[in-house]
Structure formats: structure tokens, C-alpha cells
């Protein structure tokens, strides 16, 4: 049959459904995703940094790590060309590109470092996020940056956090689109700690710092985003989950939650409701933890759909900064973007094709019989129609044949980074 009779066939159905296909169309294609610069080089940067630390780790040696800015901008227009609808890019502070010989290092960053990351994004009509980077620098060689009881150490991770303030307003100011701002810091401990409250007191008075530096909120929203455990700080971070969501709440930064931060049974999608009653604004990295916080690549699996249908259901997309946040070294990496992207995607897509009314209407009426039928029963439904038929309005693959550009794209490019 052909494509457009099967989508025409899909849309029926839905529509039996009370669900429109076009809408749940044109309503993907307008919501952006953050793609994380991060991906295509292991978070390397472009610091000649050797070892990635923080507690983080991207395992794997899969050829073709991009080296240079030309060559992680190359790799992201790949990628990009690949994914349907109009996006943004995560860049990270360690991914300055400095020109005509200068250089700076993390506390004296100023916007014309990004001059390049700008001219990119307005090229593509891309909106830009930025992060702080509070790790792999000689400075939070002892674990600790913005909690630490070095005032030096402390100073320097504000300044820091305030150079990040102005590189952000210069993003959105040349952008025209808002700049997401986030805060992670890595500080914890190993083991059992003498004093949990003191590193958060710290942490909080250098928050206070960077954000009484000033920044306008109409260009820029700051989140802050929490973790539970990292490789070698297993027993305590300082910027725990409670921290993070009474500070935002506190301050009016935007609560950051990455799938991968939480207890192994916590999910996310149980957080989002609750946030939203209360947050005007809530972020989120999808990311997808394999028994530790692994950053494996994001899937179609249970609990990013099931993260897509709490945004969806408390028509909260526009309230809501969406980020990936991932970095697997053992595989293609622009094959690794391009399925986050595309699965993150067609999570939100069945969450639009999904009934809400319909489904809430039968567990308030206590019917749960039908409820958990119904639910099984659209797990089946053709969104696999809409969703190619999606992508070729928006002029990429509408199936696997993406792989063989990529595969085409590893063979003409990857030989010359060896
Ligand atoms: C680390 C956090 C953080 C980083 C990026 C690179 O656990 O998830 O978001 O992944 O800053
Ligand atoms: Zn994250």
C-alpha cells in the first residue's frame, strides 16, 4: 500500500478515537528538544582535556570522536538532517571556541568565546542552551567546586557560574530565543560525610552569589538540577534532589530532573505532575540509566513514554525545557543522537495520539478493568504511520534508512580522524 494511504488509514482511526493526527503532527514539529553537544565527543570539550570526571564516565571506543569544533558541528548537522522538526543545542562551557589565539580559562569565559556556536545556530535558525561546566578542570580536582570549603576554590566556580550568566544572555540575545541555563554541580563524598549540612550551606550561599550577579530573566531561565549518587561520590551529594527543588522553588529557578539521578525504582514521570502543580516551569534530561546512572541512549521504552505522557497530559510542553542528556562512546555517535532524538520524539507523538479524556473518564469512574485494557489495547494503535508520515513532511527518512546515511557519512568522514 502506499505510504499516504496508510497514514490516511491511521488517521481514521484515531480520529474514531476523538484523537487528530494532523494536530499531534504539527504539534511535534513545534516542540523543540535540546540536542546535547556532549554526545559527539565523549564531553571532551575543546580544552585538551584527557579524562572526563565529576563522577561521570562515557565507557566505549567506537572510531570518529569528533576533535575540533569544525568537526562536532559537522557531526551535529549530520545528525540534525536526520530528525524531524526544528531543534536546539545544549552546549557546555568546556566547548569554548576560542580565535585569533586567545584563550581563557573556566572564570573569565566571555560571550565572544561562543561567537562560533552563535554563527551556527543562526545559520540553522537554532536556539542555543548553555551549561556551566563545574568538572574536568584542575580546580574541582578535589571533588568540590561551589560547596567547597576552599574560598578559593569557591570563588573561582562563581566567577565561573557568572561568566556562564552573560554567555547565556548573549545566546538568547543573538538567538532571539530564551537560553535554558543549567547548574550541575558533581561535589559530594565517597563515604559517610562528618557534615551534610555544611557543604549545601556553602553551596546555597555560592548559588546566591552567581544569581545576585544579576541576569535578565526575560532572555535567560536558570535550572538547577539535582543527583542522588556519581562514581566516587556514592554516599552524598551535595546537590541533592530536596536542595535542588526547595532552592528552585525558593529562588525561582527551574527544577532540573534527569531520568538518571534517582533511586533505581524512582521515576521521573511520578515527579512531573507533581512539579508542575507547583513549578511554573520544570526541565528534564532523558537520558536512560542501566543500573547506575550510565547514560546509555535514550530508547522508545516504557518510562520515556511514560515521561512524554505526563508533559502531554498536563498540556505542559510549553512549560517544559526538554533536554537530552546522554554520552555513549561504544557506538556510532551520530547514529547515538539521531536515536534520542528520534525516540524522545516519537514518545511525544504517542503521547498526543493518546485518548487522556477518555482514559482519565474511566479511572474516575473507578472502571480499572477497562482502563488497563484500554491502555494495552492502544499500545497497538498505527502511530508507526503517523509517525512516518511525520517525518516525510518534515524531509527526513520516515524509517531505518537514516542508519545508511549515517553508515555513509562514517565511511567519507571517519577515515580522515584516525
Ligand atoms: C551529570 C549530569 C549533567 C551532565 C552534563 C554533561 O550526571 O547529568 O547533566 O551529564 O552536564
Ligand atoms: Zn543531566
Redesign the pocket.
Known amino acids: 500500500m502506499h505510504n499516504k494511504m496508510i497514514y490516511e488509514a491511521a488517521r481514521e482511526r484515531y480520529a474514531a478515537l476523538g484523537i487528530d493526527t494532523e494536530k499531534a503532527i504539527s504539534t511535534l514539529l513545534a516542540t523543540p528538544i535540546s540536542m546535547h553537544c556532549?554526545q559527539g565527543d565523549d564531553?571532551r570539550g575543546f580544552e585538551g582535556a584527557t579524562a572526563l570526571d565529576g563522577g561521570?564516565q562515557a565507557t566505549g571506543n567506537y572510531p570518529g570522536a569528533a576533535r575540533t569544533p569544525a568537526e562536532l558541528m559537522q557531526d551535529i548537522d549530520r545528525a540534525l538532517s536526520l530528525v524531524p522538526g526544528k531543534h536546539r543545542l545544549n552546549i557546555?562551557a568546556n566547548y569554548a571556541v576560542f580565535e585569533n589565539g586567545e584563550h581563557a580559562d573556566r572564570d573569565a569565559l566571555l560571550p565572544r568565546h561562543f561567537a562560533a556556536w552563535v554563527r551556527f545556530a543562526k545559520e540553522r535558525g537554532l536556539g542555543l542552551d548553555f551549561?556551566p561546566t563545574f568538572f574536568s578542570h584542575p580546580m574541582a580536582a578535589s571533588g568540590l567546586t561551589l560547596s567547597s570549603p576552599d574560598d578559593n576554590v569557591r570563588e573561582f566556580w562563581i566567577r565561573h557560574g557568572i561568566a556562564c550568566l552573560r554567555i547565556s544572555e548573549y545566546f538568547a540575545r543573538e538567538t532571539d530565543k530564551k537560553c535554558l541555563m543549567n547548574i550541575?554541580i558533581p561535589d559530594g563524598y565517597k563515604d559517610t560525610p562528618a557534615d551534610r549540612q555544611g557543604p549545601r550551606r556553602r553551596f546555597a550561599e555560592s548559588l546566591d552569589r552567581i544569581l545576585g550577579a544579576g541576569y535578565d530573566r526575560d532572555l535567560v531561565a536558570v535550572s538547577l538540577?539535582s543527583?542522588v549518587f556519581?562514581i566516587g561520590v556514592e554516599s552524598y551529594t551535595v546537590g541533592s534532589a530536596e536542595f535542588c527543588l526547595e532552592y528552585s522553588a525558593k529562588h525561582g529557578l527551574v527544577p532540573l530532573m534527569?531520568n538518571?539521578?534517582y533511586h533505581p525504582t524512582e521515576v521521573v514521570s511520578d515527579k512531573i505532575p507533581s512539579m508542575l502543580l507547583f513549578a511554573d516551569n520544570i526541565a528534564l534530561?532523558v537520558t536512560r540509566g542501566v543500573r547506575w546512572?550510565s547514560?546509555h541512549v535514550v530508547l522508545f521504552d516504557d518510562e520515556t513514554r511514560e515521561i512524554a505522557k505526563e508533559v502531554v497530559r498536563c498540556n505542559a510542553l510549553d512549560r517544559t525545557f526538554l533536554a537530552l542528556?546522554y554520552f555513549d562512546a561504544s557506538i556510532n555517535r551520530i547514529a547515538a543522537w539521531v536515536i534520542g532524538m528520534r525516540n524522545l520524539e516519537k514518545a511525544l507523538l504517542n503521547a498526543l495520539l493518546t485518548p487522556h479524556e477518555q482514559l482519565r473518564a474511566l479511572q474516575d469512574a473507578g472502571r480499572f478493568t477497562e482502563l488497563l485494557a484500554a491502555h494495552e489495547e492502544l499500545k497497538t494503535l498505527p502511530m508507526g504511520a503517523v509517525w512516518e508520515e511525520l517525518c516525510t513532511r518534515a524531509g527526513v527518512p520516515a524509517d531505518g534508512s537514516w542508519m545508511d546515511a549515517v553508515k555513509q557519512y562514517e565511511k567519507d568522514v571517519f577515515p580522515t580522524r584516525s
Open positions: 556532549w564531553v561521570i557546555h551549561n550541575w538540577e543527583k556519581g534527569d538518571g539521578h534530561h546512572d547514560d542528556d
